[in-house]
């Protein structure tokens, strides 16, 4: 009878942390984001699209050098674990306040949003209770982080062309699952918590995280972490979809009970009470999930780079894609670098080399001679670019583009991660000349060194 008992219990141990959960490789959900404009221009024809051309232009990275990296990166992504108050001034955390009281701002149909609609949105924010709860939380599937606590968008003019639909303000960023959170407080209906992670901060669901406890804490952080280095897996309980994951996202290992030689990746669930608990999945297909950090060979950096190709701008992470900096953040993050959500803190993350101000033929020779195949950034105020090599004597660039400015003040839109020159459609006779990227670009970003 005590065997009996002991049995049953320990299924019942292998059922909370082993359940029936696996990995797949998958699609993302099709949405009105990819019935966005898609054009086209010279450089998409003119220049090699396979990250994989340039790839033999890098230099591998010592991976003594990565790990230093990694255990970098460690510290910063538990961070949020470490914070007992918001560590940003209240005026900064209210900036969408003074965005929607200070101008007009639409919905997606195009009408004024009124007062009465936005106040209501101000008021739900609750910031009276600000740091009133000082939970440590963690998220439970990829989420959207909103900058007020509504599902609801608001944009610049819509009716005006390169506003409207994707730019909605009301996006922040994204998290992936397994974010570490620290929590403020929670809105005045309950539903959204607003959160800091190791990256960004703002409004979540809180039907997309859960609550851990100092136990919870040590088992998750327990020193050896994989990272998805396919884009758009798909996690599910037996048929049963749990959420999308994306390229970039972190599991804690943990050795499979069954075979010592495989490991299982470890996960948060929101439990009874929203309380988390770990669970654990395997992947059906090896190659999917791998040990962090990988590798900064030429091979790696030119896959993963490719996993990016072509996926629809998504501003601030919108609809599960990506804008220009969450591109950049999230190819890093399996060779162990950490940066930070958008391209002005980006541009912070690394040595700094100053092109501002060059004439163009003279900053292209620079970025040639300075930057680091699949290893540097480009900056501009608004954009990050990841810079691949030389094509012909022209700087290569991978990022994702809403598009080129042309002289009219529109753009020609391109709405996706692309790889172009710095002078995306020089072709066009409207292209605005004082715009393009090679006039524009402030400086040379490598990440990882000072």
């Known amino acids: 009878m005590i065997k009996r008992i002991l049995i049953i219990s320990i299924l019942m141990l292998q059922t909370t942390l082993y359940g029936d959960y696996m990995l797949v490789a998958g699609k993302r959900a099709k949405s009105q984001i990819d019935r966005m404009p898609k ?26 050098k990565q790990l230093e990296w990694d255990r970098e990166y460690n510290q910063k992504y538990f961070y949020p674990w470490r914070l007992r108050k918001m560590d940003k001034p209240l005026k900064e955390m209210q900036w969408p306040f003074r965005s929607l009281t200070k101008k007009k701002m639409y919905n997606k149909k195009g009408a004024v949003i009124p007062a009465t609609v936005y106040n209501s949105w101000i008021n739900n924010a609750n910031f009276s209770e600000l ?14 982080v909103r900058a ?22 009301n996006q922040n960023s994204s998290y992936h699952m ?27 669901q809180t039907s997309g995280m859960a609550v851990v ?49 495989k490991s299982r990746f470890l996960f948060a669930v929101r439990g009874k009470g929203g309380k988390a608990y770990l669970q654990s999945t395997t992947t059906k297909q090896r190659g999917l999930v791998i040990k962090k950090p990988i590798a900064m060979t030429a091979h790696n950096a030119a896959k993963i780079a490719k996993e990016f190709y072509g996926e629809p701008y998504g501003w601030g992470g919108l609809l599960q894609t990506r804008d220009c900096s969450s591109f950049t953040k999230d190819y890093f993050t399996p060779f162990g670098i950490f940066l930070r959500r958008n391209s002005s803190k980006q541009a912070k993350d690394g040595n700094y080399c100053n092109i501002r101000g060059l004439p163009k033929s003279k900053k292209k020779r ?31 660039i991978m990022h994702t583009y809403w598009g080129a400015r042309l002289k009219d003040g529109s753009k020609k839109i391109l709405g996706r991660t692309v790889i172009t020159t710095t002078e995306p459609g020089k072709e ?19 990440p990882g060194e000072k």
């Open 131 to 144: 740091d009133s709860v000082h939970q440590k939380g963690i998220t439970t599937k990829h989420v959207n």
């Open 213 to 261: 406890n100092s136990s919870f804490i040590k088992r998750f952080k327990n020193g050896k972490y994989a990272v998805v280095v396919k884009d758009n897996l798909k996690l599910y309980k037996g048929k049963r979809y749990i959420s999308l994951v994306k390229l970039g996202t972190i599991f804690p290992m943990a050795k499979d009970p069954k075979n010592s030689k």
């Open 366 to 396: 620079s970025i040639i001679s300075k930057a680091k195949p699949f290893r540097s950034m480009l900056y501009v105020p608004g954009h990050i670019v990841l810079y691949l090599g030389q094509y012909k004597g022209e700087p290569v």
């Open 148 to 169: 007020l606590p509504t599902t609801s968008a608001f944009y610049h003019n819509p009716n005006k062309v390169g506003e409207g639909f994707p730019i909605d303000y």
């Open 178 to 204: 397994n974010t570490p959170l620290y929590i403020s407080h929670y809105s005045s209906d309950r539903r959204w918590a607003y959160v800091r992670g190791s990256t960004t901060y703002g409004w979540i």
């Open 428 to 446: 066009l006779s409207n292209i605005k000349e004082r715009s393009k990227l090679a006039n524009t670009l402030k400086a040379i970003i490598t």
């Open 39 to 64: 054009g086209k221009i010279a450089d998409m024809k003119q220049i090699p699209q396979n990250p994989a051309y340039y790839a033999k232009q890098m230099k591998s990275v010592s991976y003594k």
